[in-house]
């Protein structure tokens, strides 16, 4: 490759996703861009996020969070985390979520976590501001089977308020497809539940 | 530039901050260094871990795990804390709190550790619990940052690891540094946040 010296080029100022290298591929000039770098680098790592909120929803029957979608989820083994930021217009409603893969899987299982009021049992008292000396329960529900609905609970702590709640999951797939994310309400007529921005996934391709 | 093919050039003994790549950004020919290409890299996934015991700390108040700051840009985040950490006392108990000295605009975590406890937590902390009912993974949470969690009620070994988890979502509008803060129940009664104890950051957005 003729031209410049590398030194005498202009510095970027950070590095671009899109930004190009030169590379060579078994004696062969190629280019590869610094996002395939950070793929490789993060062994197979896959982060997404809500950019924004998504439309309230009261609606019972399960509602695909659309903005989680992760196309093209292929053949191997994953595991993956949902870190749910959530909001109720109401504190007598509650919440449902299911995943779900488009493709097939030979094993899916996840558990829907959250932290609970109570001390001496689940309740499904949700809540997210708890300090007392003896802690709190932190609650489960969990499948073994893929877009099962898990939910909903009873109620939560405060309204309008955000509220984390942990989706934790393996899988194995043999076909490929898309990672999807649903939530519903508990009640159609309780009032609105909103998937806030910020809420992301970490999957990894472990195998 | 020299006119050859890349096989041909001098592998380089180690990677360096220093060196400098040869890039096409938007059709402008450009260098990037490769401390800037670690920066992308690392920007969806940060790895940070206690190279040796902080110094035991005995105050109620709470004071900075320095060894555990980590510099946090604009972005969506979510963050797992691994601690390990000893205590002097066994009527003693940690408390604990996270914060990103920046701007936020949504701030959440929830402190996790085992409980002795079978019908409730207690509050009594225990990292050798294996009964078959199981025991209670007990928490404690908040939606707003720096807000100490803890303490609790006891541990059951002095001088012996315990493992706490914190996990986290914040979205940062404002850069800043992320903190660990760790305080003490009783006065006086030391604890020690451990070598090794890490943090894993993902920036997800």
Not at chain 1, 170 to 183: K, N, R
Not at chain 2, 19 to 28: H, L, P, R, S, W
Request: aromatic share 8%; glycine share 10%.
């Amino acid at each position: 490759m003729a031209g410049p010296t590398i030194s005498s080029l202009t510095l970027a100022s950070a590095g671009l996703s899109a930004d190009e290298f030169a590379i060579e591929v078994s004696g062969v000039s190629e280019k590869i861009t610094l996002s395939q770098i950070s793929v490789f680098s993060s062994s197979g790592t896959i982060l997404k996020s809500l950019s924004a909120d998504e439309a309230p929803t009261s609606a019972i029957a399960m509602v695909r969070v659309s903005g989680m979608d992760v196309a093209g989820v292929a053949s191997g083994m994953y595991t993956f985390e949902y870190y749910v930021r959530a909001q109720f217009a109401a504190a007598g409603q509650s919440i449902k979520f299911a995943v779900n893969h488009t493709g097939t899987t030979t094993s899916f299982m996840y558990n829907f976590q959250y932290g609970c009021a109570a001390s001496t049992a689940s309740t499904g008292s949700i809540t997210q501001a708890q300090n007392t000396t003896a802690g709190r329960v932190w609650s489960n529900q969990s499948t073994r089977v893929k877009n099962a609905t898990l939910g909903p609970e009873t109620n939560i702590d405060v309204i309008n308020s955000d509220i984390l709640f942990k989706i934790s999951g393996m899988m194995i797939v043999t076909v490929s497809g898309d990672l999807q994310l649903f939530v519903g309400a508990e009640s159609g007529t309780s009032g609105n539940i909103t998937i806030m921005n910020g809420t992301s996934l970490v999957l990894k391709k472990v195998g | 530039m020299a006119d050859t093919k890349i096989s041909n050039l001098t592998q380089a003994a180690s990677g360096i901050g220093t060196q400098e790549f040869a890039i096409n950004e938007a059709g402008t020919s450009k260098k990037i260094t490769l401390d800037q290409v670690s920066q992308f890299v690392n920007s969806s996934g940060v790895h940070v871990s206690l190279a040796s015991d902080a110094t035991a700390n005995g105050l109620t108040t709470a004071v900075r795990v320095s060894g555990m700051d980590v510099v946090v840009g604009s972005g969506t985040y979510v963050f797992e804390y691994y601690i390990r950490a000893q205590l002097a006392d066994t009527g003693n108990s940690p408390k604990f709190a996270v914060n990103h000295t920046g701007t936020t605009t949504s701030f959440m975590y929830d402190f996790f550790f085992p409980d002795a406890g079978t019908a409730a937590s207690t509050g009594a902390i225990d990292q050798e619990v294996n009964n078959t009912s199981g025991q209670i993974w007990a928490f404690q949470a908040t939606r707003t940052k720096n807000t100490l969690l803890g303490p609790e009620v006891s541990v059951d070994t002095a001088n012996a690891d315990i493992m706490f988890r914190i996990t986290g979502l914040m979205v940062v509008t404002v850069s800043g540094t992320l903190e660990l803060y760790q305080g003490s129940e009783v006065a006086g009664n030391l604890i020690t946040i451990k070598a090794g104890t890490c943090l894993v950051l993902y920036k997800t957005g």
